[in-house]
């Protein structure tokens, strides 16, 4: 976990968080303003764009965290954990999520727009999935050390600008859902600490790099992946590490 030397008193206690919001929602308005302004096909090859660079954010973070060397050469480590898409299949998270998108669409006065849902959900996923989320979130609670979510809000507004000139303005709403996931993540910080060891973060960043990866082929047009019924693999990579 990046820690300062000292805890940063002279900033505000969640501002880290706030400026990951407000990234994402400049970003997303200034991709649906330059959206207007680009052609179909342009828009196909940005959203083929976005999709591989998402694709090789995750695939690339996975095999870091993933491939072990041992005795025999190399070995992928951390895959049980998606066993836990089971748990979350039977929650159905991802038909929740869609509903909560329906729910946003209504309310938005953006009935007409058939994209919304799909933005919303795409969106959403790629911004919250992954370590530094939730290290962020820690970090800034407890250390007062907003650093981490700084750099997750530029990575964020680049994403969300191309996303919502591709999918439209549901991408934008994607920042509520970051608020409210690292919002909890970060009035849970005191519980959580104690057991983000150096190994359970690394278990937790390969499992949430897949799920990135996995968005990736869903913006590629591939077999349709229900991401957010992965979300539960986040947890059991943690209790995994500790338990073992």
């Not at 083929?48 to 992928?76: P, Q, R, S, W």
């Not at 799920?211 to 913006?219: A, D, E, S, Y």
Request: neutral net charge; proline residues 2%; charged residues 15%.
């Amino acid at each position: 976990m990046t820690r300062c030397d000292e805890k940063c008193d002279s900033l505000l206690p969640g501002i880290g968080i706030l400026a990951n919001v407000l990234g994402i929602v400049a970003g997303g308005l200034l991709g649906l303003g330059c959206g207007r302004l680009i052609s179909e096909r342009f828009r196909k090859t940005l959203m083929m764009a976005c999709a591989v660079a998402v694709i090789f954010l995750g695939l690339t973070g996975a095999v870091k965290e993933m491939l072990a060397l041992d005795g025999d050469g190399f070995a992928l480590v951390g895959t049980n954990c998606m066993l836990a898409s089971l748990i979350g299949e039977a929650i159905n998270i991802e038909d929740r999520m869609e509903k909560f998108g329906i729910w946003l669409r209504q309310k938005t006065g953006s009935s007409g727009d058939t994209r919304f849902v799909d933005g919303f959900v795409t969106a959403s996923l790629t911004v919250c999935i992954g370590a530094m989320a939730v290290i962020g979130s820690i970090n800034d609670r407890l250390l007062g050390n907003p650093s981490v979510l700084f750099a997750k809000t530029v990575l964020d507004a680049v994403i969300v600008m191309i996303m919502t000139a591709t999918l439209g303005k549901g991408c934008i709403f994607s920042a509520l859902s970051v608020g409210i996931f690292q919002g909890a993540i970060f009035l849970a910080a005191g519980f959580l600490e104690p057991v983000m060891t150096p190994a359970a973060l690394k278990s937790l960043s390969a499992v949430g790099d897949i799920l990135i990866f996995c968005v990736g082929t869903n913006l590629f047009g591939l077999p349709h992946v229900r991401v957010a019924n992965f979300l539960p693999a986040l947890v059991i990579a943690v209790i995994w590490v500790l338990a073992g």
